[in-house]
C-alpha cells in the first residue's frame, strides 16, 4: 500500500501520559511509548509509523482468524497454480482474467477490482515495475520477470501475498535479485512474535537488501489486513530495532518487501497506479499475510 498519514485513532484508545506502559516495560507511557504519539500529531504527513497503543482492531478474533485463514488460502490456491498459465507470449490481461475468474469461481471477490479505482483484479509488475502494475495486452517475453500480487476478498475477509514468476531464462542479476528478495521476506517473518516490534522486520530486511547491494523502497509498506484490504499498522521494510509498533498476539498484517537493483526512488506513471523505479532498473517483490501466533508466526498465505 501507499504510505500515507494513519487513519485518526479515536481519543479514547489513546493510553493517557501516567498509565502503565502498554507494552509490557513496566515504565509509564510518557516515559516510553510517548514520543512515536506525539511525532505522529506534530507531523501529520509523516509516514513515520505510529507507536501508540494499538487499537482493539488490530488483534483479531478467532472467529475473524478464521474467516482470514480461508481468504488466505484461496489466495496461495491462485498464486501456486500460476506457474502453468504464466509463460512467454502470454499476455498480463489472460492472468487477470484467469485470476478473475478462478476467484469468482470460488466464491470470492478479486479485491483490487474496483479498489480506489483500480481497473483490474490482479496487479501485475514486470522488470522495472516496482508495484501496482496493471495487466495489459502485452505479451510476456523471455527473460522477464514478473510479480502478480494476488488479494483475495472470501466472506468479507481478505487474504493478499505475491510472488515473482521468471520468464525463460532471465539474467543472473536478475536470478539474484529475486533470490535476495525472497530472502528479505524470511528474514522479516523470523521476526515476527510477541515481544518483538514492527522495527525489527524494517531492520532486518533493510540490513540484508543493502548488503546485497539492494536498495528498499521507501514510499510503499506492508499493512494490516484480513477484516480491510488495508489496516494499521504499516510495516515498513526499512527500520531500526526495537522501535514501532509491539507485535502482539492475534495482529494480522503482511510484510511485502519491495527491491531495487538500483536507487529506492519511485515515480507513478500517468495512469496513476504503476509504480516504476526512478532509474529504471529492476524491482522485485515477494508477499505474505501473517499471524502472529503465542509464540512465534503463521504464514497463512504460505
Ligand atoms: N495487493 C497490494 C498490496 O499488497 C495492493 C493493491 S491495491 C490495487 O497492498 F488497487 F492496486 F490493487
Ligand atoms: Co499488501
Ligand atoms: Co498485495
Given at each position: 500500500?501507499?504510505?500515507?498519514?494513519?487513519?485518526?485513532?479515536?481519543?479514547?484508545?489513546?493510553?493517557?501520559?501516567?498509565?502503565?506502559?502498554?507494552?509490557?516495560?513496566?515504565?509509564?507511557?510518557?516515559?516510553?511509548?510517548?514520543?512515536?504519539?506525539?511525532?505522529?500529531?506534530?507531523?501529520?504527513?509523516?509516514?513515520?509509523?505510529?507507536?501508540?497503543?494499538?487499537?482493539?482492531?488490530?488483534?483479531?478474533?478467532?472467529?475473524?482468524?478464521?474467516?482470514?485463514?480461508?481468504?488466505?488460502?484461496?489466495?496461495?490456491?491462485?498464486?501456486?497454480?500460476?506457474?502453468?498459465?504464466?509463460?512467454?507470449?502470454?499476455?498480463?490481461?489472460?492472468?487477470?482474467?484467469?485470476?478473475?475468474?478462478?476467484?469468482?469461481?470460488?466464491?470470492?471477490?478479486?479485491?483490487?477490482?474496483?479498489?480506489?479505482?483500480?481497473?483490474?483484479?490482479?496487479?501485475?509488475?514486470?522488470?522495472?515495475v516496482v508495484c501496482?502494475?496493471?495487466?495489459?495486452?502485452?505479451?510476456?517475453?523471455?527473460?522477464?520477470?514478473?510479480?502478480?500480487?494476488?488479494?483475495?476478498?472470501?466472506?468479507?475477509?481478505?487474504?493478499?501475498?505475491?510472488?515473482?514468476?521468471?520468464?525463460?531464462?532471465?539474467?543472473?542479476?536478475?536470478?539474484?535479485?529475486?533470490?535476495?528478495?525472497?530472502?528479505?521476506?524470511?528474514?522479516?517473518?523470523?521476526?515476527?512474535?510477541?515481544?518483538?516490534?514492527?522495527?525489527?522486520?524494517?531492520?532486518?530486511?533493510?540490513?540484508?537488501?543493502?548488503?546485497?547491494?539492494?536498495?528498499?523502497v521507501?514510499?510503499?509498506?506492508?499493512?494490516?489486513?484480513?477484516?480491510?484490504?488495508?489496516?494499521?499498522?504499516?510495516?515498513?521494510?526499512?527500520?531500526?530495532?526495537?522501535?514501532?509498533?509491539?507485535?502482539?498476539?492475534?495482529?494480522?498484517?503482511?510484510?511485502?518487501?519491495m527491491?531495487?537493483?538500483?536507487?529506492?526512488?519511485v515515480?507513478?506513471?500517468?495512469?496513476?497506479?504503476?509504480a516504476?523505479t526512478?532509474?529504471?532498473?529492476?524491482s522485485?517483490?515477494?508477499?505474505?499475510?501473517?499471524?502472529?501466533?503465542?509464540?512465534?508466526?503463521?504464514?497463512?498465505?504460505?
Amino acid at each position: 500500500m501507499k504510505t500515507k498519514p494513519n487513519p485518526a485513532v479515536a481519543t479514547s484508545d489513546r493510553p493517557r501520559r501516567n498509565d502503565p506502559c502498554w507494552g509490557g516495560s513496566g515504565k509509564k507511557v510518557k516515559k516510553c511509548h510517548m514520543l512515536g504519539d506525539r511525532s505522529e500529531s506534530q507531523d501529520a504527513a509523516s509516514p513515520r509509523v505510529r507507536t501508540g497503543r494499538p487499537s482493539n482492531s488490530l488483534i483479531k478474533t478467532p472467529a475473524q482468524i478464521e474467516g482470514i485463514r480461508r481468504a488466505c488460502a484461496l489466495t496461495r490456491d491462485i498464486l501456486e497454480q500460476l506457474p502453468q498459465r504464466i509463460a512467454a507470449g502470454v499476455t498480463t490481461n489472460e492472468i487477470d482474467r484467469w485470476v478473475h475468474d478462478y476467484t469468482v469461481a470460488h466464491g470470492a471477490v478479486p479485491s483490487p477490482l474496483n479498489y480506489k479505482g483500480f481497473p483490474k483484479s490482479v496487479c501485475t509488475s514486470i522488470n522495472e515495475v516496482v508495484c501496482h502494475g496493471i495487466p495489459e495486452d502485452r505479451a510476456l517475453k523471455d527473460g522477464e520477470i514478473l510479480n502478480v500480487d494476488v488479494t483475495c476478498t472470501l466472506d468479507g475477509y481478505f487474504g493478499d501475498s505475491s510472488r515473482m514468476y521468471l520468464i525463460g531464462a532471465v539474467s543472473p542479476e536478475a536470478q539474484r535479485l529475486v533470490n535476495v528478495t525472497r530472502e528479505c521476506l524470511d528474514l522479516g517473518i523470523a521476526q515476527v512474535r510477541p515481544g518483538n516490534f514492527v522495527g525489527d522486520i524494517g531492520h532486518a530486511i533493510q540490513t540484508h537488501a543493502e548488503n546485497h547491494g539492494f536498495s528498499v523502497v521507501r514510499d510503499f509498506v506492508g499493512h494490516g489486513t484480513g477484516v480491510s484490504f488495508h489496516e494499521e499498522p504499516q510495516v515498513p521494510h526499512f527500520g531500526r530495532k526495537g522501535q514501532g509498533p509491539p507485535l502482539l498476539e492475534r495482529m494480522i498484517f503482511t510484510i511485502e518487501p519491495m527491491i531495487n537493483a538500483g536507487d529506492w526512488p519511485v515515480r507513478i506513471l500517468d495512469d496513476g497506479w504503476t509504480a516504476v523505479t526512478a532509474d529504471g532498473t529492476l524491482s522485485a517483490q515477494f508477499e505474505h499475510t501473517l499471524l502472529v501466533t503465542a509464540d512465534g508466526v503463521e504464514v497463512l498465505t504460505g
